[in-house]
């Protein structure tokens, strides 16, 4: 069945750049069916939905982090990555990437186990 | 944007009993062209993906178990477990997909008393 498996580096200093790739295997990211997503959780703190990709390219974010946020499908590679900008301790958190049904403001079906980031010097 | 607040926090309950999670809205999340209500629930264990539980606030996703069940409609909605079992320790947290920036609540405890 479809899985869902972040990677990345788990220790980013201020100021530097995120940067996450959720691989999709057992199915094609190319679906019209389907948006995927990122969701980070910080620890102690509730869940945050990052943003979300059409494999058209098409992208929608969380108004609070869009000036900092880019989000970009690959479709020959079956991956789609995030970017977080200058980023701050506020940053740590658990990342998430996940299959968002519904469109363009979906619910997701299917989710990988998430990965740390920690923002440190 | 919509703000969702869970209640209680954590619960403790015995095997076979009932749990009953609340989820509250800050605006409503049904859309009236459709009569849907745009609220998801999902279930996490420690160190494994959150797993999608109920959508469409009541229809429940393939797999899960029908002591799970949802209700509710515009700001109030419920995530009832009808009868506890020990595989249902878990975190529960709702989400709108009513408008973005996608939402979640803050997530419930549930325990074995």
């Known amino acids: 069945q479809l899985q869902l498996q972040e990677s990345g580096p788990g220790l980013v200093k201020p100021s530097e750049t995120l940067s996450l790739t959720c691989t999709v295997s057992?199915?094609?990211?190319?679906?019209?069916?389907?948006?995927w997503g990122w969701i980070r959780q910080p620890p102690g703190k509730g869940r945050e939905w990052i943003g979300s990709i059409f494999y058209s390219g098409r992208t929608y974010y969380s108004p609070s982090l869009k000036s900092r946020v880019t989000i970009l499908v690959d479709t020959s590679k079956n991956q789609f990555s995030l970017k977080l900008s200058s980023v701050t301790a506020a940053d740590t958190a658990v990342y998430y990437c996940a299959r968002e049904i519904g469109g363009h403001s979906g619910y997701f079906d299917l989710w990988g186990r998430g990965t740390l980031v920690t923002v440190s010097s | 944007d919509i703000v969702m607040t869970q209640s209680p926090d954590s619960l403790a309950v015995s095997l076979g009993e009932r749990a009953t999670i609340n989820c509250k809205s800050s605006?409503?999340?049904?859309?009236?062209?459709?009569?849907?209500?745009?609220l998801a629930w999902y279930q996490q264990k420690p160190g494994q993906p959150p797993k999608l539980l109920i959508y469409w606030a009541s229809t429940r996703e393939s797999g899960v178990p029908d002591r799970f069940s949802g209700s509710g409609s515009g700001t109030d909605f419920t995530l009832t477990i009808s009868s506890l079992q020990a595989e249902d320790v878990s975190l529960y947290y709702c989400q709108q997909y009513y408008s973005t920036p996608l939402t979640f609540g803050g997530g419930t405890k549930v325990e074995i008393k």
């Open positions: 057992g199915g094609s990211i190319s679906s019209r069916s389907y948006y």
């Open positions: 605006q409503s999340v049904l859309y009236s062209s459709n009569n849907k209500n745009y």
